[in-house]
């Protein structure tokens, strides 16, 4: 199967700085890499998406960047907010095998951001 | 519209017990997955279904874990026989189609507590 790394575990930054956070993972047959946003007690929310033939996407504050040949993928926030402040979750799903779609989610990061 | 609703929202048996979680998919969506979400941790896999047809069970932890989707749209997940290590939030998740890189919705979970 497939393993997903995530670091850091936990982040803070001050309001208006960037943060990163990046995921490692082990099957080069994975191809689509989603990033979920889940506040306290809440559902997990897909904040951005990148799929193996691209290598950036951007949305508004939110980017997220995909190195196929190192296995990694990075999730960018620039200009953070205390609304920021969640725990983020990025997850790979491989190309192939009987559960198409299936997600391996890291462990998860928890974003501070101080006003 | 309505988005990935599941019931109850919180459960709390004792040890012995059997109890049964419900997901209620996005309507006409394709896939449903279930995971565990351990405290602190990523979800993690425990089936899938395309349509009414559970094609991948291998998450699933002991055979004490059954699930169904017997019409192709509402799911439970029961867990017969609970013990403490199945104390964990249970979140189900709904995409449109089969392909594997369609966005999961997740619903907000049940959390299991097992005295």
């Known amino acids: 199967g497939e393993n997903v790394e995530q670091h850091p575990s936990t982040l803070s930054v001050q309001e208006g700085d960037s943060a990163v956070i990046k995921c490692t993972y082990s099957?080069?047959?994975?191809?689509?890499f989603p990033w979920y946003k889940q506040e306290l007690g809440k559902r997990p929310q897909l904040i951005i998406d990148?799929?193996?033939?691209?290598g950036e996407k951007k949305d508004q504050r939110i980017a997220v960047t995909l190195n196929k040949t190192a296995k990694h993928f990075s999730l960018h926030i620039t200009e953070t907010q205390p609304e920021d402040s969640a725990v983020y979750f990025c997850?790979?799903?491989?190309?192939?095998?009987?559960?198409?779609?299936?997600?391996?989610f890291g462990r998860g990061t928890q974003l501070t951001v101080w006003p | 519209g309505a988005g990935v609703s599941q019931s109850p929202r919180y459960k709390v048996a004792k040890r012995g017990q059997d109890v049964a979680l419900r997901c209620d998919p996005i309507?006409?969506?394709?896939?449903l997955f279930w995971y565990q979400q351990a405290l602190g941790q990523g979800p993690e896999f425990l089936t899938y279904?395309?349509?009414?047809?559970?094609?991948?069970k291998s998450g699933l932890p002991s055979d004490r874990f059954f699930a169904e989707r017997p019409e192709g749209s509402v799911s439970t997940l029961k867990i017969q026989r609970t013990q403490q290590e199945d104390s964990a939030v249970y979140l189900c998740?709904?995409?449109?189609?089969?392909?594997?890189?369609?966005?999961?919705?997740f619903g907000p979970g049940t959390r299991l507590t097992v005295l």
């Open positions: 309507s006409g969506h394709v896939s």
């Open positions: 099957d080069s047959a994975s191809n689509y």
């Open positions: 990148i799929r193996s033939n691209v």
């Open positions: 279904f395309q349509n009414e047809a559970q094609l991948d």
């Open positions: 998740a709904s995409s449109l189609a089969s392909g594997g890189t369609d966005t999961q919705y």
């Open positions: 997850a790979a799903s491989l190309g192939r095998g009987s559960t198409l779609g299936r997600l391996y």
